[in-house]
């Protein structure tokens, strides 16, 4: 970029700074309007669990209205009762069942972490989410004791914090194992990556499961530096004789894939291959797309602007993330066309959260080549209902790039 063109976009940052304070109250009041009525949440979200969609993968539709039919107000803390009291169900009944039927049980307690994750849907605000998300926590370590190979509950010292990992190894292994480090995004935790990547597992791959900066157990809130909280699991997964310390590769989905690919730069020598989901890179944290796509976005179920508030310290209204926000960007940090480890980026053109534009940026940067997966009429993720789901995307996509990558017979 030249001399002109960098104060063009100083001086088109700074008129967008003054436009959004003068219109600090008008943005806000029109991402109140923008954002779907109680009513139309739960239509959509009813839709949702009956076509296999996020954030309610998995999710038994009769269950969601179930819990629906409880709720009246959109006040936080009645979401989280209703849901939960339907997963209360399914927890009491595995417990009983669990020293006769330890499958049905895992499966119970499975439909419980799940009712109770959506609880506490997109973050735990409020006392009555936070309750959700401690069952759903304890509803998913219920349905990890009983996996085979067994998942290890990792804390590694951090920052006079810990962090915690879920780290699965594949059974019977012969020697050091690749692994790759999962990280969650906004509103997905991991454990929903730790269900996931358990398919992994077959093909002599480990993985250990985290929680993205500001979300779930992490130790630290998102900020310009918090990928060093990966650094540090690096450094942990180094220690331990199981992994095979040349072959750590890492997946990173929506925000989390904005950590995978700044982990590719800085940590390219340490990285055997990256997955990065629908990154956001830099056009995501300008001013101007918070405020007219960000705020109130329909691909999102609802919140995404108090979602993303909800990850940095001090973040309290839009004006604040619109602030914050530009700083993330891996151009201003002067990061593209670093060295970079081998990656494979997946997208959708018609992604409202993450533009396309971001994804291009990326491949058009960096000293090795890159995969790509893009799909035309997908949206964030790459997602398109009922043709490309969020499973099949894994199953079909993911999987088969960190194994021929990682793979033991591959070499990668």
Known sequence: M??????????????AGMILSAL?????????????????????????????????????ASDVREAFAAIKTSDYDEWAAAFST???????????IEGTDAAKASALYVKAWRLYSFGRWPVPATPGKQRAYAKALEAFLAHARLMDPPLEVVR???????????????????????????ISGLDSRKEDLSEN?????PYGIGFIGLDSPGTGQAPIKASETAEREFSRVIDYLQTRPEVDKTRIGMDGQSFGAYWATKLAILEHARLKAVVAQSPPADATFQKDFVINKTLGNREYLFGLGPALMSIYEGAKTVDDLANIFPKMSLVSQGLLGKPTAPMLIIAGVLDTQVPIS??????????????????????????????????????????PYLVRKLGVESGG
Do not use: C
């Not at 339907?86 to 009983?96: E, H, I, L, P």
């Not at 990547?197 to 597992?201: D, R, T, V």
């Open 197 to 201: 990547f358990g398919a992994i597992l």
């Open 156 to 182: 590694i010292p951090f920052e006079g914090s810990e962090i915690v990992g879920y780290l699965r190894l594949p059974k019977n292994a012969k020697g050091p194992v690749p692994l790759v480090i999962a």
């Open 24 to 60: 600090a109250w008008t943005g806000n009041a029109l991402a109140q309007q923008k954002e779907r009525t109680l009513d139309e949440i739960k239509a959509e979200a009813i839709k949702r669990a009956e076509n296999g969609m996020y954030p309610l993968i998995g999710l038994d």
């Open 358 to 399: 971001d994804t291009y940026l990326l491949l058009s940067n960096g000293d090795v080549p890159k995969e790509a997966w893009i799909n035309p009429q997908g949206g964030h993720l790459g997602r398109q209902v009922k043709v490309w789901p969020d499973p099949v995307i894994f199953r079909q996509v993911i999987i």
């Open 86 to 96: 339907v997963a209360d169900r399914y927890m009491t009944q595995a417990k009983a």
């Open 2 to 15: 030249d001399f002109m063109a960098k104060q063009d976009r100083v001086r088109a940052l700074r008129i």
